[in-house]
């Protein structure tokens, strides 16, 4: 088939006008945008946004009001690469927008949603994805049906095995589910939760065995009744007789962390067993050999990195496969490499790195900020390493990155080689203390510092620390000896250099880096953004495009001159809409009622009525809730 040649729009939005108005949670969360040029069969991704960075919605779940909402917001942001919707000659992902793409590419076998998460991993190379025999697998919590209709015949999620471009599916099972109701019954992010599973070696003394379970479907009830089984026993600990109930109890941390992670050991387990039930049955369906095999990994639990990491030791895979953005900020690019798939499948595309976000220059910020600034001057080996070890130094510089985590260049970065240094950057996060801290390595380096270690450039695997080298980087080890590392290649962009200045000086040629963003807060992408976070954490020390800054602490900063966006256009109570925001909630999250017409009287009718009768029961508010949670 003969595709139009220009530029192509992905857009992983929702559209819906009594979300907008009653400001409620939508299935659609952590939205983005992507921008792709097509031409003489080659697939170039130009730019790419995450609705959070802009709107500092953390997740960005929100509906634009109306289509016109939603292109004034679009036209906004193709501004900044000097474009326009009429420069556009494709939409994908939505069709209120002119794009046909959803209805053109559903499966009768798998949602779009989970089909997108797939091909965001399995395509991210087409060169190894023409040559090579990959295994993918897409684990996410639940696929949105927007643009699709709930069937009992569709499987949640999907796998496949691909054998130089040809493709055969099958249906997978999820851990997913069971991380996001221990995070709502927690009230942790499912990073914290599985961070802690491995800070205390605290566990159960009971044995769980759920081989009784599968976890083929996003069922709510199914994989609570397996959380509650683990929450039964939880809820027979208690602090007078915990050694009833645990062993190793480790008095560093409070009763409340040390029962949690106990329960997420369990969690943790139980979600590699899933995991390695579908790798074993793929192998044995397709009479595969794990050494000739690439294995792809997306969807949120990709974000697991303690699981990725034991794949790839216990199965020897050839090498490993998987986005910067595995989680739902994601599903733009999967939505264009799945739609360039089906109509061209020999399209060439590779991402080459994380970094398609937005960049600034060191003019823009001395224009605009220049009035708190005390000094600027180009940034210098020796005043580099003297800073760091110092404290913790902001680090913005080049296009922001792509998905949940910071990968050089929206960073805060400390020195590896104190412990006094990860302190002071989870004290500066408003984290718990024994939350551990990731290392940025020079990949030339890497393995001096870690067993069997493999490329990992976007923070996606955990490795061993080389027993030799344990208490030379103390800031970056977790309980058990292992460090979730990012490596860079050298001499690839300034954060490179930097490592190099600390390596040169110290000898460690690695530095810890943790996101530069406070607790609850999207990720940071503008110089008003960091500036104000310095001022806030009292950071006496930003780099920025290369340039160290020193702040003018006499000024306050104030924050409101700069930030202009706003997500709201309009403030209203919901008066004249044929809902209230209470039966609208239950209308949207019930799975099957979203599918009647709110301009149908009757349709109302049936609606409040329906309200009435389960607003007296929390099962709709159970399920519902878990909207909020986003592996």
Not at 295 to 310: T, V
Not at 565 to 580: F, H, M, Q, T
Request: charged share 25%; with cysteine; proline share 3%.
């Amino acid at each position: 088939m003969n595709l139009k040649e220009g530029y192509y729009l992905a857009l992983y939005i929702e559209i819906n006008e009594m979300a907008y108005v009653y400001d409620v949670d939508t299935q659609r969360h952590d939205q983005n945008v992507s921008l792709w040029h097509y031409s003489n069969g080659n697939l170039l991704l130009v730019r790419y946004w995450e609705l959070e960075r802009i709107t500092r919605i953390k997740h960005h779940n929100k509906a634009f009001k109306s289509t016109e909402h939603a292109i004034e917001f679009i036209s906004s942001i193709l501004k900044e690469v000097n474009l326009s919707m009429n420069d556009i000659v494709g939409i994908i992902g939505c069709p209120e927008l002119g794009g046909d793409e959803d209805k053109n590419m559903t499966n009768n076998l798998y949602y779009y949603h989970s089909l997108c998460h797939l091909y965001s991993a399995l395509m991210l190379n087409t060169e190894i994805f023409n040559n090579n025999k990959i295994l993918a697998l897409s684990m996410d919590l639940d696929s949105d049906c927007i643009n699709e209709e709930r069937s009992s015949t569709k499987h949640d999620y999907v796998g496949c095995y691909s054998d130089k471009g040809n493709i055969r599916y099958f249906p997978i099972e999820s851990p997913a589910p069971l991380w996001s109701i221990a995070s709502h019954d927690k009230k942790m992010g499912e990073g914290t939760l599985m961070a802690l599973a491995s800070a205390s070696k605290t566990r159960f003394k009971r044995e769980f065995n759920f081989s009784r379970y599968s976890f083929f479907a996003s069922s709510y009830k199914m994989n609570y009744d397996v959380y509650s089984e683990i929450k039964d026993v939880e809820n027979m600990c208690t602090e007078d007789k915990y050694e009833e109930f645990l062993i190793d109890y480790d008095e560093n941390f409070s009763f409340a962390d040390n029962l949690t992670s106990a329960t997420m050991k369990v969690i943790q387990q139980l979600s590699l067993e899933i995991v390695e039930r579908n790798i074993r049955r793929a192998l044995g369906k397709f009479n595969l050999e794990c050494h000739e095999i690439w294995l792809a990994i997306s969807g949120g639990f990709a974000l697991n990195c303690p699981c990725n990491s034991y794949l790839m030791s216990e199965f020897e895979f050839r090498d490993f496969i998987a986005p910067p953005c595995v989680n739902d900020s994601g599903q733009s690019l999967g939505m264009t490499l799945y739609y360039f798939y089906q109509k061209m499948p020999k399209v060439n595309f590779e991402l080459k790195n994380a970094f398609y976000g937005n960049e600034f220059s060191i003019n823009e910020i001395m224009k605009d900020f220049g009035d708190y600034i005390l000094s600027c001057t180009p940034a210098s080996k020796e005043e580099f390493v003297k800073d760091v070890l110092n404290e913790p130094v902001i680090w913005f510089d080049g296009k922001s990155e792509i998905g949940p985590r910071s990968l050089g260049h929206r960073s805060i970065l400390s020195s590896p080689i104190s412990i006094a240094s990860k302190n002071k950057l989870n004290e500066i996060k408003l984290r718990q203390k024994w939350r551990p801290v990731a290392p940025i390595v020079l990949e030339e380096y890497a393995f001096k510092y870690f067993k069997n270690v493999n490329m990992s450039p976007f923070m996606l695997r955990t490795f061993e620390i080389t027993s030799n080298k344990l208490e030379e980087i103390p800031a970056v080890a977790h309980l058990d000896r292992s460090a979730r590392i990012q490596t860079i290649v050298k001499d690839s962009d300034n954060i490179a250099k930097a490592i190099k200045w600390f390596g040169e000086y110290t000898g460690v040629y690695m530095l810890c880096n943790t996101s530069l963003n406070d607790r609850g807060e999207p990720i940071i992408d503008a110089p008003y953004e960091a500036i104000n976070f310095a001022y806030k954490k009292g950071l006496s020390v930003l780099y920025m495009c290369n340039y160290r800054i020193e702040l003018d602490y006499t000024k306050s900063f104030d924050m409101k001159r700069f930030n202009k966006y706003k997500w709201r256009i309009e403030d209203s109570n919901g008066a004249g809409y044929p809902l209230s925001k209470e039966e609208f909630v239950f209308y949207y999250w019930t799975e099957g009622l979203a599918k009647l017409e709110l301009a149908d009287k009757n349709n109302i009718k049936l609606i409040k009525r329906m309200y009435r009768a389960y607003s007296a029961t929390d099962d709709w508010k159970e399920k519902s809730s878990l909207s909020n949670f986003y592996y």
